[in-house]
Every structure is written in structure tokens, then in C-alpha cells.
């Protein structure tokens, strides 16, 4: 059988099989298995679990579980409410109000979690019903958040960029640095319409009113939240200082923030600290389970020579480059409705690459162009996890209210991917400046 | 006939499903401790090379083949907290029987396929096993000891999906 036949028949049997509820792991190697056999004969799948081995078999997946500790043991404390208020006291002079400080809390939060529904559930919690409150329509209160959270996949560390680099074999270090400016172009576009949408709700004058604050309130709420930053800031400067690999400063950070975690919120019961190492280990196995899982795919893939035929054919269709980023951008958007980022980028991630550096584009560039697909994908129905999010922490917002209310930030995000079409600097300049150019 | 049976068959059912799922959060409690001790292991690491100014030989290798068991021990756990992620977009489609019927079948399948992943772990576990293989590093350890964790993890991943094949064929679930 042709290998590009041989190609659609296999997207269109995975479509099936993982859209049929079976878990995205089990699917993936359903799949390899079954055109590992029916091709290459039942002896073939003898490979399968040495494979399965050798995809987990990387010092740098390690970091994976690392910082999901880290994220976990911050997102248990009271960390979330404890940046959310030092945010709204120190942020209170700049124009804008409440909804500038939710945003930014949901960016630190995220760069601190490198989780979306983490972030969401932290910040929404306070900033949700605090926002109504104070005026702000329903749906820029419930669609800010639901946006801001998404900034954790994107906003070092991110454990989808980890995941990205370990795919396509890009330093995990300048995939970092690459996600930090768009991630601040991002919150700039979130916040720009967060502020017009209250003021053209007509609620403005009162949901964006100032209030104010003491210096000694504001003082009161730093040595509850500097420690955890001071852990990030820590954890990157190892990472760029060239100190350690990020697996290695991944492990400090989750000691550390798991120390700061009993010390500072006083998180000494086992019970808690059992929910946390719980949690940890339940995205943690979820995660590596599929990248075993798509390892074994990627080989089934290879061995029937359908990833070779895939970047021929489209070389061969000899399109211009942005028609053919517009094509990618649609087909990940569209990956991205259904499938967990993590599964996406490890399916599409060694396909698409080859084909998008052969066109002339920067791989970290693509990563974090594909990054915001992603995000999008965590706030468009059917599957949007972050929608949920909010749903579950706002019962009495109509889920139409949150949805509608995110679209808006979906267009922020659309307008994120042009401008860094038109500008890739926003995403190479400072990997570049900071590590030196590419090879 | 099969109403007669009901009662008593779903009460076996729910004491087999209670021993499975308490060996899987044995398993899970023990891919957690993993995780656990391969931070410590990962610090204690960083301490020798940077503190010590010492080098390291044996902790790489070890958290990497830990983080593997991790992964595999943790398998029935996860299933049992229904931590794997899915897209159940044709199953919310579905009337309810046919759902049921989806259902089934995918478990089935996952059922064959890690039977299948089980099957030819164990193998390449005996072979690495009877052959006395090393790993090629300077620590040089006997590879089964990691392989192990496949059909173990394996095995115990597919006792949990039998239990929730179990429930989901037991009368009682179609309540």
C-alpha cells in the first residue's frame, strides 16, 4: 500500500479509536499494535515493549514529574489567594484595576504551577467571585481567568514545552526562555480587552474604580509570597546559569517548594501531604504513559514509512511557506479542540517539525506558536478544560457565559500568532540573546 | 436464570473489585514513593557534584529506571482514579446502550493490547534475565531488575481493567 494512503487510513483509525473514550495512551498503542501487526507481521510486536522502555528511558523526562510536584505542592497551599491579594495591593495605581491584578496573578501563578488548571482554579477562586462583585461582567470575570490559566503551558516552566523539546530534541532551556515574551504579549492582549470589554459593558466606572491601599498592607503580604518566587526565579537562573540540567534544578525546586510548603502554610498533615505526592503521581504516570505510548506510535509510523511519505508529499506540493504555517495552524488548532496538549505535540511534534525548519522557520518560534494553539484548544469546547474549571469553581456562572466570555481571549490569542508571524524576533530575540545564537 | 444469579454474582463481583483496587493503591502508593525518592536521590546527586565536587555514577541511571517503575506501578492506580485522560466525544453521541456496548469493546481492546505489551515484556524480562544482560555504563546494573517493572506494571494494569470490565458487564451497572 502507498505510505500516504497508508498514512490517512492510520489518522483516520486513530481519530476513531481515541475519540471513542478509550485513554489516550491505551488508543495510541491499540493503534501501533494493530498496523504493527497486519504489516509487519505478528513477530514484529515483539518490539513494542522494548521500545515502550527505551522512549521513557531520558534523564530529561525526569524534570516531567519534578516540576508537577512543584506545581502541586504550591497549588495546595493557600499560595494562590496569598499572590492574588499582594497583586491587587501593589498593582492597585495602574489603570484597570481588579481584572490587571488576575492577570498578572494568573501569569505568576502559571510560571510558578506550569499547570492551567491549577492556575485556574488558584486564582479563580478568589478573583472570580471578587470581580463580580465589584461590577465586572460575568464574562470577562469568568473569561479572563479561564485565558489566564492557559498562560501556564506557555510561561516557564512549562512541562508542555519539556515535552515539546524532548519530541523534537530542542534544548529545553531556550524553549523557555522562547515562551516568556509572547507569554507577556499574551497578558498585554488579555488585559487590553478585559479593560474595553468592562468599560463597554457600561459597568466600568464602578468595576474599575481604585481602591486603596496602606503601604503597611502592602508590605504585610510579601513574606507569604516572595519564598515561592524566589524558588522560580532560583530554578531559572540555575537553568541559564548553566548550574544544572533542568531535571537537576526541577528536583530542587520540588524539595524546596514542598519544604516552604509544610514550613510557610503549615502543610504537616500526611494527609495533605499525601494528596499532593497522590496528585503528583496521577498527572505524572498520565503523562509519561503517553509519551511511552506515542513513542511506540512514532515507531509504528516510521517503520511503515509513513512520516517520511508525509514530509515528502508536502514538500513536493511546493506551497508557499505561510500558506503552509496557515495549514499547520489550523490542522493544531484543530488537534488541539479534542486532544490533551501533551498528546498533540508528541503525535504532530516529530511530523511537523522537519517539515516546518525545511520551509525556513525557527523551531523554538514553532514551538511556541504551537504552544498557543494549544491554549486555545484549553478554552474551546468540546473538551476545554479550563471551561470546566471555572464551571466547577463558579457554579452559578452559566457555562454559555464562560464560553462566550472566552472567545474574546481566543481572538487575543489568534492575534498573538500573527503578530509573532509577523514579528518571530518576539519569540528567538531572548533564547538568543541569553544562550547565544542557535546552531 | 440470569436474575437469580444476580444478587450473588454481583456481590463476588464488588469483593474481587475491592481486592484488585486495593492492590492497585498499593502499587500506586509504591510508583508515588518512587517519585518521592527520586527527588531525594536527584538532590543528593546535584550535593556531589557541586558540593563534594565529587562525581556521581550510579544516580542517573537510577532515578531514570525508578521513574520508568514509577510509571508502570502506577498504571492500575491511575485507572482506578480514572486519571487516564480520554476524549469521549463518540460515547456522549451514543444512546446508552450502544455506549455500554462502546464501552466493552474499548476496554476489550485495551485489555488485548497491553495483554500484548504484558506478553513480550515478559519475555524480553526472562531473556534479559537468563543472559545476565548489563546495561552499558559505568554502574553496569543487571537489566531485569528495571525490565521487571514492565509485566509487573503491565499485569497489574490489566487486573484493573478486568475489574472494570467486570463492573461494567455486572447487572448492576446498568442501573
Known amino acids: 500500500m502507498d505510505p500516504l494512503v497508508l498514512g490517512a487510513l492510520v489518522a483516520i483509525i486513530t481519530v476513531l479509536v481515541l475519540f471513542s473514550g478509550v485513554p489516550v495512551a491505551v488508543g495510541l498503542l491499540i493503534v501501533a499494535a494493530g498496523f504493527v501487526a497486519v504489516f509487519d507481521g505478528f513477530g514484529a510486536l515483539e518490539l513494542l515493549p522494548e521500545i515502550f522502555f527505551g522512549k521513557l528511558n531520558n534523564f530529561a523526562l525526569l524534570s516531567i514529574p519534578m516540576f508537577i510536584i512543584m506545581g502541586a505542592a504550591i497549588a495546595s497551599t493557600r499560595a494562590g489567594a496569598d499572590l492574588y491579594e499582594a497583586l491587587e495591593r501593589w498593582l492597585t495605581r495602574v489603570p484597570g484595576g481588579l481584572v490587571i491584578s488576575n492577570l498578572g496573578a494568573c501569569a505568576l501563578f502559571a510560571a510558578m504551577s506550569g499547570s492551567s488548571p491549577a492556575t485556574c482554579a488558584a486564582i479563580g477562586k ?46 529545553i532551556g531556550r524553549l523557555f526562555l522562547a515562551g516568556v515574551i509572547p507569554g507577556l504579549l499574551l497578558v498585554g492582549l488579555f488585559m487590553i480587552w478585559s479593560v474595553y470589554a468592562t468599560w463597554a459593558s457600561g459597568q466600568g466606572d464602578a468595576a474599575l474604580r481604585r481602591t486603596r491601599y496602606s503601604w503597611r498592607e502592602k508590605i504585610e503580604v510579601l513574606p507569604r509570597v516572595l519564598p515561592f518566587l524566589f524558588i522560580i526565579v532560583g530554578v531559572l537562573y540555575a537553568l541559564y546559569g548553566g548550574v544544572a540540567t533542568p531535571s537537576e534544578t526541577a528536583a530542587v525546586g520540588a524539595l524546596l517548594c514542598v519544604l516552604f510548603a509544610v514550613v510557610l502554610y503549615r502543610l504537616y498533615s500526611l494527609t495533605a501531604l499525601w494528596g499532593v505526592l497522590r496528585d503528583s503521581t496521577r498527572e505524572s504516570v498520565m503523562i509519561l504513559f503517553i509519551i511511552g505510548a506515542a513513542g511506540v506510535f512514532s515507531y509504528m509510523l516510521s517503520s511503515l514509512f509513513v512520516t517520511q511519505a508525509i514530509a515528502e ?18 490542522f493544531l ?83 498573538a500568532i500573527v503578530i509573532l508571524c509577523v514579528f518571530p524576533g518576539l519569540a528567538t530575540w531572548l533564547p538568543d540573546a541569553l544562550m547565544g545564537p542557535a546552531r | 436464570m440470569a436474575t437469580m444469579s444476580q444478587p450473588r454474582s454481583s456481590r463476588e463481583e464488588t469483593r474481587l473489585q475491592r481486592i484488585v483496587g486495593a492492590v492497585s493503591t498499593v502499587s500506586g502508593v509504591i510508583s508515588a514513593g518512587l517519585i ?16 563534594m565536587n565529587d562525581s556521581t ?69 526472562h531473556l534479559a534475565f537468563e543472559r545476565g544482560w548489563r546495561s552499558d555504563t559505568v554502574w553496569g546494573v543487571k537489566l531485569w531488575i528495571p525490565y521487571l517493572a514492565m509485566p509487573v506494571g503491565f499485569g497489574l494494569y490489566i487486573l484493573q481493567m478486568l475489574a472494570d470490565l467486570l463492573a461494567e458487564i455486572s447487572p448492576a451497572a446498568e442501573d
Not at chain 1, 132 to 148: F, L
Not at chain 1, 149 to 158: E, F, M, N, R
Not at chain 1, 314 to 325: F, N, P, T
Not at chain 2, 36 to 51: A, D, H, P
Open chain 1, 126 to 171: 478568589m478573583g472570580i467571585p471578587e470581580m463580580r462583585r465589584r461590577g465586572y461582567p460575568d464574562g470577562v470575570a469568568a473569561g479572563s481567568i479561564a485565558a489566564g490559566g492557559t498562560l501556564g503551558i506557555l510561561i516557564p516552566p512549562s512541562v508542555t514545552m519539556i515535552v515539546y523539546g524532548i519530541a523534537t530534541e530542542t534544548s
Open chain 1, 313 to 330: 508529499w508536502i514538500a513536493e506540493l511546493d506551497v508557499g511557506k505561510w500558506w503552509l504555517m496557515g495549514a499547520i495552524n489550523v
Open chain 1, 333 to 415: 488548532l484543530v488537534a488541539g479542540f479534542f486532544l490533551p496538549p501533551v498528546a498533540v505535540i508528541l503525535m504532530a511534534a516529530p511530523i511537523l517539525l522537519p517539515i516546518v525548519t525545511t520551509a525556513g522557520f525557527d523551531p523554538y518560534w514553532f514551538a511556541v506558536v504551537l504552544t498557543i494553539n494549544m491554549e486555545i484548544g484549553l478554552i474551546s469546547p468540546p473538551v476545554g478544560l479550563n471551561l470546566y474549571v471555572i464551571n466547577g469553581i463558579a457554579p452559578d456562572i452559566k457555562l454559555k457565559t464562560i464560553l462566550v466570555g472566552s472567545l474574546p481571549y481566543v481572538a487575543c490569542m489568534v492575534v
Open chain 2, 36 to 51: 518521592f525518592v527520586s527527588v531525594l536521590i536527584t538532590c543528593q546527586m546535584i550535593w556531589v557534584r557541586f558540593v
Open chain 2, 57 to 125: 555514577i550510579w544516580q542517573t541511571e537510577a532515578v531514570i529506571y525508578m521513574m520508568i517503575a514509577a510509571t508502570l506501578l502506577g498504571l492500575p492506580y491511575v485507572q482506578r482514579l480514572r486519571g487516564h485522560v480520554n476524549v469521549d466525544l463518540i460515547p456522549g453521541l451514543l444512546p446508552p446502550k450502544a455506549r455500554r456496548v462502546l464501552a466493552f469493546s474499548t476496554l476489550g481492546l485495551g485489555i488485548a493490547v497491553i495483554g500484548i505489551m504484558l506478553w513480550h515484556s515478559f519475555e524480553l524480562w
